[in-house]
């Protein structure tokens, strides 16, 4: 199915669906199936509005963290390898996106200063 009209309220098109919905209507789509030869109106509506906060201290799941692994953990290295992780041999630490840092469990082992660790 091909979506190719995306229609914004108070455009033409949508006077109808404004009065049936009001303010709660966001937009109105026409998609067009080629196999029933068929165009579909869907309408996007607003359910619920709440008040929300970011919270900057949130780490996103695709940061890089650096790792502290002491040499002779072969078994733990291994682990982070086969989950994506990048061994950096200039800065001595191992490189893994947050989201997988903590699917391993390995949030006590982030280096979180500028400490060289070898």
Partial sequence: MKTNKK????????????????ERLICV???????????????ELLEEEARWIKDNKRIPDNKIMKLKIKYGET????AVKSIGGKWNKEK??????YGKVLTLGLENRIIHDKTKYS
Avoid at 92 to 97: N, V
């Fill in 29 to 43: 789509r026409y998609k067009y199936d080629e196999k029933t030869q068929k165009r579909i109106k869907t309408v």
């Fill in 7 to 22: 229609i914004i309220p108070g455009n033409p098109g949508t006077k109808r669906l404004l009065e049936k919905y009001g």
């Fill in 75 to 78: 078994d733990l290295g291994i």
């Fill in 92 to 97: 001595k630490y191992w490189e893994l996106p």
